[in-house]
């Protein structure tokens, strides 16, 4: 019999523990995919920071190192220096990498580190109780602005893809989202593209991927699906900011 469909060897048979609804298994998965797909399992290693992903390392069938808060960055350049024929890639969430790890990612990116970053934006802090991350929105209500986002008190959110698609080292800069079926193998080419990009030595690549937080958002995991198209898709446009294939035949 044919076989259709079956799970990938890139995650463990570990269950995880997100939320219903929470987006994060389906990035694993298509993670995991592409690592398969690309033949480097075995040569990869992946670097998780503190966040809602905190326990990766139980979930890819890979390499997997912890890092501090907002450090992943600094962790990976350290590893990718060391075994530069290794596949490096991080998994962080926006409070690790867009707050206390913002310098971290700019000068990794401003380095044109050869690492892989999988940046999982879900406009909120997820695993410590869903306080006001850089990335919510201007009105959005989180546990530490209760009203919504005073953007003349807490500033506006920080769209990071466009800020490091600035820098010459960042080789590849995309914005995906993961809530539909087309968006999602959108965003698996997406990642595939972020990793081959490494793989042949072109720098630094990120794929920012618009997650959904039903939890701390206080919505259904289906109104949750809704609420980011309505709102997060308009201040976050998806798309491409960097490839070196397009620049390529653009020479």
């Not at 992943?72 to 206390?100: C, E, H, M, N, W």
Request: some cysteine; glycine content about 10%.
């Amino acid at each position: 019999m044919a076989v259709v469909f079956k799970k990938t060897q890139g995650l463990t048979d570990a269950q995880t523990h997100y939320c219903p609804g929470c987006t994060h298994g389906i990035i694993h998965r298509i993670t995991a995919e592409v690592l398969e797909e690309l033949g480097v399992l075995g040569d990869t290693i992946g670097v998780a920071p503190v966040g809602c992903a905190v326990l990766a390392y139980n979930y890819f069938n890979c390499d997997m190192h912890e890092a501090a808060h907002g450090r992943a960055p600094a962790v990976a350049t350290g590893v990718k220096r060391i075994f530069p024929d290794k596949v490096v890639f991080t998994y962080q969430g926006d409070g690790d990498l867009a707050s206390i790890g913002a310098a971290e990612i700019v000068h990794a990116a401003a380095r044109g580190e050869k690492i892989t970053t999988i940046f999982v934006n879900n406009a909120i802090y997820g695993m410590t109780g869903g306080q006001m991350a850089p990335t919510t929105l201007p009105g959005q209500k989180a546990t530490t602005s209760p009203y919504g986002r005073d953007v003349d008190h807490c500033g506006y959110p920080i769209r990071v893809s466009e800020m490091l698609s600035t820098l010459t080292g960042a080789a590849f800069v995309e914005r995906v989202a993961v809530n539909n079926p087309a968006n999602v193998r959108k965003a698996k080419a997406a990642i595939k593209k972020a990793f081959q990009a490494q793989i042949e030595g072109k720098g630094f690549g990120i794929v920012e991927v618009l997650s959904t937080c039903p939890t701390n958002w206080g919505l259904h995991p289906l109104d949750s699906l809704k609420w980011l198209e309505e709102n997060m898709m308009p201040y976050y446009p998806l798309g491409n900011f960097r490839d070196p294939a397009k620049e390529e035949e653009g020479k």
